[in-house]
């Protein structure tokens, strides 16, 4: 069934387990995620970036946004799992209101870029909108770094705990992503993984609310091993350890976004198959191929953030 995000995050945090929120751009992923957490009896959050939103609209955004609506209600609604669809990384009041129009479970408003004061305010003029509507609102506080090189210039970018608490009570924010030292994409860390579990306890134990982990991949080495042997060129790529993911999650994090693992284990089957069957050109076959990698992973997520069994 087609549920509100809250209903998903605020039984995660009461149960300290986690909920992966996988980005997707298609179809193919889409069925890919669902087979996975219809397999693993597993809640789900799909979600969609403003860039997305504008692929699927081949430039308009409304469509785009009602494509994923109905993509994702036409399925949610014969399963008996919940699923959410998220507006992630909303920057522009457009997309934000396409969304809710369109009839997106939750959207996130991330002004983490702007001063404190700026981000509270647009924040709060969101969280109205959207709930009046019955959607409902992820924030951002500091900013996605990593935190290896430079730990002074760090501590400016990551979450202020005392702030988050005054953020989520002038702002009535449901879903926090504290930023503690993750990044996007598949170069997150040039040496150990740093994460600053002690700032994230902080957080969660000050807001008492879901909290959400951004830049959450782990990059998996057999998959990225498998893409390069195939042709691609990942030199350097490095994400977030499972371990790691599950220390997030015993310290408050009830949502794992999650975008690079499946673009890389897409890009291995789809490479690795159609270089073994030069003479297939039926996209049905070769999309295929990226979709059955694409479910394991999300198996194997939905297992070790303890969300597997919780539908
Ligand atoms: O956080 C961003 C997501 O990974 C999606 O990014 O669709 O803008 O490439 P994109
Ligand atoms: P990754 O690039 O680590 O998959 O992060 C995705 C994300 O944070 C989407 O909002
Ligand atoms: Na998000
Ligand atoms: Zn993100």
Do not use: W
Request: proline content about 4%; aromatic content about 8%; hydrophobic content about 40%.
């Amino acid at each position: 069934m087609y549920v509100n995000t809250k209903d998903i995050l605020e039984k995660a945090s009461k149960e300290y387990y986690a909920v992966p929120a996988f980005n997707i751009n298609n179809m193919e992923f889409f069925h890919a995620i669902l087979e996975g957490a219809i397999e693993k009896r597993a809640p789900l959050i799909i979600e969609t970036s403003e860039g997305a939103i504008k692929y699927a609209g081949n430039g308009d955004i409304h469509k785009g946004a009602k494509y994923f609506v109905e993509l994702v209600r036409l399925f949610a609604d014969s399963v008996d799992i919940p699923i959410a669809l998220h507006l992630d990384h909303g920057k522009h009041f457009e997309y934000i209101i396409a969304a809710i129009k369109a009839g997106y479970s939750s959207v996130m408003i991330d002004a983490s870029e702007e001063p404190f004061e700026e981000n509270m305010k647009k924040t709060k003029e969101i969280v109205k909108i959207a709930h009046a509507a019955g959607v409902s609102v992820e924030a951002e506080l500091g900013q996605l770094a990593g935190i290896e090189d430079n730990v002074s210039a760090a501590e400016n970018v990551l979450v202020d705990p005392e702030q988050a608490k005054i953020f989520v009570e002038e702002t009535g924010v449901d879903f926090l992503a504290p930023a503690i030292g993750t990044s996007h994409g598949a170069f997150k860390f040039k040496g150990e993984a740093k994460l600053d579990f002690e700032r994230l306890q902080k957080v969660k134990k000050l807001t008492g609310i879901p909290l959400v982990l951004h830049g959450a991949s782990s990059v998996l080495p057999e998959y990225v091993k498998l893409a390069e042997e195939y042709g691609a060129d990942l030199g350097g790529a490095k994400g977030v350890p499972e371990e790691e993911l599950k220390k997030c999650v015993q310290f408050g994090i009830n949502k794992v976004n999650t975008d690079t693992d499946l673009r890389i284990a897409f890009i291995a089957g789809m490479r690795k198959f159609l270089k073994e069957n030069p003479k297939e050109f039926d996209p049905r076959h070769y999309l295929g191929a990226g979709k059955k990698l694409v479910k394991e992973v999300v198996m194997n997520r939905l297992e070790f953030l303890g969300c597997a069994g919780k539908a």
